[in-house]
């Protein structure tokens, strides 16, 4: 039904910047909302950003300032600008959507993002 496709990973040095992308199959993209998430070695998932269907954000406490969270209903994706990136953004980021018509959840594969010198 949902499918989830991040791109945009990769390596960057500290300071350095990162758009991520995720496409968006299924239908109704505008009526989910949509998350980035991340995930390093030992650590729990935690929330990165988030956008509702009205496009009220929310961010972690550690990446705000530095990263945006958008979509574009039209191009069903949605994107993370990452700037400023520190080592302590290495993680693997997953896509997220939250249908809001019905009760469940779907995930993208997650897409490397290594930040170091």
């Known amino acids: 039904q949902v499918q989830l496709v991040e791109s945009g990973g990769g390596l960057v040095q500290p300071g350095g910047s990162l758009r991520l992308s995720c496409a968006a199959s299924g239908t109704m993209f505008s009526r989910n909302i949509m998350g980035w998430y991340r995930q390093a070695p030992g650590k729990q998932r935690e929330l990165v950003a988030r956008?509702?269907?009205?496009?009220?954000?929310n961010y972690a406490d550690s990446v705000k300032g530095r990263f945006t969270i958008s979509r574009d209903n039209a191009k069903n994706t949605v994107y993370l600008q990452m700037n400023s990136l520190k080592p302590e953004d290495t993680a693997v980021y997953y896509c997220?959507?939250?249908?809001?018509?019905?009760?469940?959840?779907?995930w993208g594969q997650g897409t490397q993002v290594t930040v170091s010198s």
């Open positions: 956008i509702s269907i009205g496009r009220s954000t």
């Open positions: 997220n959507a939250k249908p809001s018509w019905y009760d469940s959840e779907y």
